[in-house]
């Protein structure tokens, strides 16, 4: 095994919304001295690091050298105008936002502002606790991507982490731990509510082991019935069953020499349970209606969403495969038990959706975040996921505002939501986009498994079913655990 791995150095306590002032630095580029002032005293009461140009030439002479939270910049400069400026300072400085600051704004000037990259613009004589809140919004913006950019580069390098995101301590000692157990041979059990993140970290554990360049071969082991299962598990012989017209590989032979991950272990019936445990200790299977056994090495990591030792308890799952799984185990938390990971998470997502989509990059605007901090998510990562995929896709501008995340995370009520388009929408209409809403957003919880939705709701699958093709409600599933 490679030698234990040190701690990652990440501070797990930084504020969630405001840019820690005291550490923020500040450029603002304006030719008059009296706003150069003014602004100089505003910021510096707030905090912030400030430097001042009086032109466009100074400014960027001092973006070459020095590396800025943002940049305030005035519209009407000598020489250069402050439009023309602005995309020398997106070629010097990309990922830093910069607010435009003018006494003739026009509609002209901010679109063809916004579209140049310039956060937002302000109009002078300004408010004060306008132009702050601004100032905060953006810097803590600025703050949060530059944070994940290089939590990411941090745990590449370390670890080969690529869709792992986290700064809390518990994900960090969950790293640590991956990074342990990964070189091993030993079976792991991931536990955690669904949408956690468990099929990501058994990848991780893979992509970090002498396996990587064999197969990782996941499966829903409670997304079939247990003889479709077995066969799926350990291939049959052509005769084997009424419809097995050929004989066909299982998926222990596709995974030989890499990694099978089956998740959702604790649903597999008892006698797949025993089939499973005579694979982990004898290495050998028999394919359905066969008679050769077969030999593999195939490294298991499985994943459960319920307490397996209840389970064992109860007599629903066998206590010998659950001491051969239990080697090592990894404690999943939910995310409303990581709250500091909501921002970064939310950063992660709102960059792969804006780039999936072919749109220019997106953000949350401040009351967005915050909504997104202060909910519980019960769905955990997945359902955030869900929902930042939601407003990107929704989004017409650059800042994905709380109007774009779905009611419940906000506290609108549907009828609130439904009424604010069509305020004179019928009680039936009203009554059917609420139903079509829950369905639709149980469903992203689920991941679009109508199965576990219909058994939520309580009700049979071919009422689900029903329903479904009633409202015209898309079923769409998330490939990522």
Known sequence: MSEVQQPLNISASAPVFSATASAASILVIDDEAGIRESLEVLLTLEGYGVR??????????????????????????????????????????????????????????????IRAGAENFVQKPWDNEKLMADIRSAVARHRAEEENLQLKRTLKQRYNFTNIVGKSEVMLRIFDLIAQVAPSRSTVLIQGESGTGKEIIAKAIHTNSPRKDKPFVPINTGAMPSELLESTLFGHVKGAFTSAVASKKGLFEVANGGTLFLDEIATMGMDTQAKILRVLQDKRFMHLGGIQEIQVDVRILAATNIDLRQAVRDGRFREDLFYRLNVITVDLPPLRARREDIPLLAQHFLDFYANENGLSPRRLSSDAMRALVDYDWPGNVRELENSIERGVVLSSGSVIGSDLLPGHITGRSFQDALLEHNPNASLFDILEDIERRIIVEKLERCNGNQTDAAEQFRIPLSTLNQKIKRLNIEIRKRGRE
């Not at 050298?65 to 400026?85: C, M, T």
């Open 52 to 113: 001042t140009a009086n032109d466009g030439e100074q400014g960027l002479r001092i973006l070459e050298i020095e590396n800025f939270d943002l940049v305030l910049l005035d519209l009407a400069l000598p020489g250069q105008s402050g439009l023309e400026l602005l995309p020398q300072i997106k070629e010097r400085q990309p990922e830093t936002p910069v607010i435009m600051i003018t006494a003739y704004g026009t509609v002209e000037n901010v679109v063809e502002a």
